[in-house]
């Protein structure tokens, strides 16, 4: 058994959830949704199979030069898929609606299936700047944050469609069909801002864990490489996003939309610096 076969069968787990989810805002049925659920479940275990059995690999491989499997484009995607899941499953525990899933397992399953085709899984051995402790803890913290302001985009998204069509038709009876399968505004609504209160502390933490790192790696903690600027960036799209909400009451359309792009700048954040830009992160693409 290897890594390669656990993220493979991770892959269409994630896909075969994404379809059941989709179905059952379709239908409507419970046995779809438990299927979606238990699918989606069963992907996330191989998934966690897949990275400690990469890990376990780096260390066959590179003797006592083995490490934690988040030091390449690959190894971050899948890990990146793996925080969504569980993200995402934390959230349903406590709001258990399934619609959601519709809108975040395509995350999950995009991740995986563009690390699969598209990405080198090669393990090699660390560059210098890489081989520290705080590469674990800068990691894990930072894409959990973004995992979680993957599930508050998806509900955004839900929420803007949702609102639209209500809007829409005011005067009518209760909207029915696909979108009478969806949560309530309201319940979408505090999905987002639970989801951003669970992403911003670990983003924080991810950029304070970044500077620490920074100053054992190159001796200064903030340089203002094209990452770092762009994680401030980010920081401020959803600090902005909890000041408004806790001072102005923003609730609702804005806050949905301040959601997506706060997404977007965290997507460009983790590529586009990467796979566009040159600095100290470069690394990053490989």
Not at 114 to 136: E, F, G, H, K, M
Not at 171 to 177: R, Y
Not at 189 to 195: E, L, S
Not at 256 to 283: D, E, K, Q, R
């Amino acid at each position: 058994m290897t890594s390669s076969l656990f993220f493979n069968i991770t892959t269409f787990g994630y896909f075969a959830s994404m379809v059941m989810f989709i179905a059952y805002v379709a239908t409507r049925s419970n046995a779809v949704a438990m299927i979606a659920r238990v699918t989606g479940g069963a992907g996330f275990v191989a998934n966690t199979i897949a990275i400690g059995l990469r890990w376990y690999e780096s260390y066959q491989l590179l003797g006592v030069d083995g490490r934690a499997p988040l030091t390449n484009l690959y190894e971050s995607v899948v890990f990146f898929a793996w925080s969504i899941l569980l993200v995402y499953m934390l959230i349903d525990f406590k709001y258990k609606q399934p619609s959601v899933g519709a809108f975040v397992l395509p995350f999950a399953f995009i991740s995986m299936i563009w690390a699969q085709l598209s990405l080198s899984n090669a393990i090699d051995p660390l560059v210098p700047a890489l081989q520290s402790n705080w590469l674990t803890y800068h990691v894990i913290t930072c894409f959990l944050g973004y995992a979680a302001f993957a599930v508050a985009c998806g509900v955004s998204i839900m929420y803007l469609i949702k609102i639209g069509k209500e809007e829409k038709h005011a005067d009518e009876s209760p909207i029915g069909g696909i979108l009478g399968v969806f949560p309530s505004t309201k319940v979408l609504d505090d999905i987002n801002y639970k989801a951003i209160m669970i992403g911003f502390p670990l983003l924080t933490l991810g950029i304070v864990t970044g500077a620490a790192w920074a100053n054992y790696a190159w001796g200064t903690y903030w340089s203002w490489d094209p990452k770092e600027t762009w994680s401030l960036i980010v920081w401020f799209v959803y600090a902005a996003f909890l000041h408004a909400r806790f001072t102005r009451g923003w609730v609702g359309r804005r806050a949905a939309w301040l959601s997506i792009i706060g997404f977007a700048a965290t997507i460009f954040c983790y590529l586009g610096v990467n796979l566009v830009l040159s600095g100290l992160h470069s690394y990053g693409g490989a």
